[in-house]
């Protein structure tokens, strides 16, 4: 992809994101019907699990540039793995400040110390650790080396979150949508609100994590300009 | 390249809209017991993952487009 078509992408991506953000507004505020046991409450389920769901995919994202990135040593991956961490940061953050909102009506308490969240709790160091291993050597290109190990170690957590649900005896509901017995066990109006919230989610993802891999791009180029002898001359040639 | 004033007005005024978008009541469930259940304790707890959401979001995007103006100005150096 040149960076004619990134742009073009990330401009696509984003009016789409941003025009299924609207629907998804509409559908959880004027149209799906309220949850029978929980109330209002269960409309945060309609951006917790698109949050969590953006979170996974973008470690799995992480993890995938980060093993290629060891194996070929392409910078473009580790710009792809940086961009995704941020990503998963962020959503990560949601999903981690949102259950609690709903567990404090739902449960009686912000949080628990139970496997789910737990090991959630840990996927969000894990990946603080990936920044923080980045930039904690004195030579750069270790530093990613170092980094790609850990968002290739952090993804294995994933599969744990998924599973701690029916291995553990856990507090948090059991899956809707991945459940193994019944996938998508939902009101047919609320499996399209869901539906739309993953859609939107996935957009509004796909468009800042190209933005911010193209911006990785533009700063890399900066810096061999930088750094290569004569630079100044030849920009003023 | 974009207007940045242009860019930053629009993002900041969809920000507000979504959020004023949550501020209305429910009317689907306007009927029932639980639709009544617009205010209190739930309804602002609603509010608030909503709001976490849109501006965390919003954030990243300050940050990616503070990151771009400063390689244009990298730019414009050179």
């Known amino acids: ?237 | 390249m974009m207007d940045r004033k242009w860019f930053s007005r629009w993002t900041t005024a969809l920000v507000l809209g979504v959020l004023l978008l949550q501020a209305s009541p429910v009317w689907a469930q306007a009927g029932t017991v639980l639709g009544r259940q617009t205010l209190g304790r739930a309804y602002w707890h609603v509010f608030a993952a909503y709001a976490i959401v849109w501006l965390l979001v919003l954030g990243w995007l300050i940050s990616i487009v503070r990151r771009l103006r400063r390689v244009e100005e990298r730019l414009g150096t050179e």
């Open chain 1, 1 to 237: 992809m040149n960076q004619k078509q990134i742009r073009w992408a990330i401009g696509v991506l984003g009016a789409l994101g941003v025009a299924t953000v609207l629907v998804l507004h509409g559908m959880v505020f004027f149209w799906v019907p309220t949850e029978s046991t929980m109330g209002i409450v269960q409309r945060i389920f309609y951006i917790h699990v698109p949050a969590w769901w953006i979170a996974f995919l973008a470690f799995g994202l992480v993890a995938l540039c980060s093993a290629v990135y060891l194996w070929l040593g392409d910078e473009r991956l580790d710009r792809a793995a940086v961009a995704a961490a941020e990503a998963g940061m962020i959503f990560t953050t949601i999903g981690l400040l949102t259950g609690p909102l709903w567990g404090r009506v739902a449960w009686g308490t912000w949080w628990e110390w139970e496997p789910r969240l737990t090991l959630a709790l840990i996927l969000w160091f894990i990946y603080l650790g990936y920044f923080l291993v980045r930039r904690s050597t004195v030579n750069p290109e270790q530093g990613k080396r170092f980094a790609a190990v850990v968002g290739i170690i952090g993804v294995l957590d994933i599969p744990l979150i998924h599973v701690s649900v029916t291995w553990l005896r856990s507090l948090h509901p059991q899956a809707v949508i991945l459940s193994a017995e019944n996938p998508m066990n939902l009101d047919g109006s609320m499996g399209a609100t869901i539906s739309v919230g993953l859609l939107a989610f996935t957009l509004v993802f796909a468009s800042l994590f190209l933005a911010r891999y193209a911006v990785g791009g533009y700063e890399h180029e900066l810096d061999l300009r930088d750094a290569s002898p004569g630079s100044i001359q030849g920009a003023e040639a």
